[in-house]
């Protein structure tokens, strides 16, 4: 019964061991999922403050004159009375294009499955239990041979029979 007991004991300690460290909701899958947490967060902070840029000239171009006609002139108009003066061989740099990116999608965490964990606890089971039945082996031949050494040092008297 006890050997039974201690190999319940080592099988159920590995499989917990296994699950905690490695498994589905395990200490490496939550890293992993902690990190891309990070990542999608810094991501998001990113999109907010361009979304809050773009707002901001939004309300600007709506109400303000002086933002309208600076939009105007970029875009090549003029106002009644202006001339226009080109420049070649300068770079038109778009300076109002904003790049959010390629879209970042959630990733299921590598984990050991759960029947590996399983499989993990019941294999331990097993080598405990074989390592205490041949202990239990060895221990009994052991007190065995030592009780035929015992045996044999003991003198037998030759007592005449009364």
């Not at 992993?32 to 000239?57: C, H, P, W, Y």
Request: aromatic fraction near 12%.
């Amino acid at each position: 019964m006890f050997r039974g007991l201690v190999a319940a004991l080592a099988g159920t300690a590995i499989y917990v061991l296994v699950s905690f460290t490695c498994g589905t909701d395990g200490i490496w899958a939550n890293g992993q999922l902690r990190e891309q947490k990070r990542i999608l967060s810094a991501r998001a902070e990113e999109i907010q403050k361009i979304n809050d840029s773009l707002s901001l000239e939004y309300t600007a171009l709506e109400k303000d004159p002086d933002v309208i006609a600076g939009f105007a002139r970029k875009m090549g108009y003029v106002r009644d009375g202006e001339k226009v003066v080109k420049i070649n061989g300068l770079i038109n740099i778009d300076e109002y294009h904003f790049e959010t990116g390629t879209p970042i999608k959630s990733i299921e965490p590598y984990s050991l499955p759960e029947w590996f964990c399983k499989i993990a606890g019941l294999l331990m089971f097993f080598v405990t239990y074989l390592y205490l039945v041949v202990k239990d082996f060895r221990v009994k031949d052991a007190a065995v041979k030592k009780n035929k050494i015992k045996i044999k040092g003991i003198p037998v008297y030759d007592l005449p029979q009364v």
